[in-house]
Antibody, heavy 118, light 107 residues
Framework: EVQLLESGGGLVQPGGSLRIPCAAS????????MSWVRQAPGKGLEWVST????????YYADSVKGRFTISRDNSNSNLYLQMNSLRAEDTAIYYC???????????WGRGTLVTVSS | EIVLTQSPAALSLSPGDRATLSCRAS??????LAWYQHKPGQAPRLLIY???NRATGIPARFSGSGSGTDFTLTISSLEPEDFAVYYC?????????FGQGTKVEIK
């Protein structure tokens, strides 16, 4: 089955760190660009980061540049988002999505909630 | 950054009605525009890509048009499952950006 499954969300204190994984299945992961998109409570969708299929090219929104790192393990079809120096405004549902570099976001997971609060 | 402005913010319609949603870009994006449907608690779904092409499995009642800066998503006859939030998104430039969404709600 073609799917993306995020996990690892939770409550983190301001200034803290969290790494969230996304497990992919049913398609050629290593040849697919992958992205993270988030949705803050009551807000719309916001693109966060994209990785090329090899991981050699990465792109970030200005709002997370220098704090977040996207990475991938093509040997086990996993995508990751390492989030450091977390702020209250990073509170959101984080979605893993296939595509984003030279294509649209054509497959999405159901998301994982990250809450930044003391 | 390319800003996408969607209108209206909300549409109140009945099943069987025609829905027309607009997306305007702050600069030209050629045809590099997509539309997504998002329901609460679910994964967003790609509906239309490159302004006018339906994604795999998307019913023919969904259609997209436009190029440059002005785009339209039309749902010809609303089904009960079509009540959701719809977003446009451009891939012409980095950063990738989304519109703020149009909520299609049941009248």
């Amino acid at each position: 089955e073609v799917q993306l499954l995020e996990s690892g969300g939770g409550l983190v204190q301001p200034g803290g760190s969290l790494r969230i994984p996304c497990a992919a299945s049913g398609f050629s992961f290593s040849s697919s660009a992958m992205s993270w998109v988030r949705q803050a409570p009551g807000k719309g969708l916001e693109w966060v980061s994209t990785s090329s299929g090899s991981g050699g090219r990465t792109y970030y929104a200005d709002s997370v540049k220098g704090r977040f790192t996207i990475s991938r393990d093509n040997s086990n079809s996993n995508l990751y988002l390492q989030m450091n120096s977390l702020r209250a405004e990073d509170t959101a549902i984080y979605y893993c999505a296939k595509g984003g570099e030279n294509s649209y976001f054509n497959l999405w997971g159901r998301g994982t909630l990250v809450t930044v609060s003391s | 950054e390319i800003v996408l402005t969607q209108s209206p913010a909300a549409l109140s319609l009945s099943p069987g009605d025609r829905a027309t949603l607009s997306c305007r870009a702050s600069q030209r994006v050629s045809s590099y525009l997509a539309w997504y449907q998002h329901k609460p608690g679910q994964a967003p779904r790609l509906l239309i890509y490159d302004a006018s092409n339906r994604a795999t499995g998307i019913p023919a009642r969904f259609s997209g048009s436009g190029s440059g800066t002005d785009f339209t998503l039309t749902i010809s006859s609303l089904e009960p499952e079509d009540f959701a939030v719809y977003y446009c998104q451009q891939r012409s430039n980095w950063p990738r950006t989304f519109g703020q969404g149009t909520k299609v709600e049941i009248k």
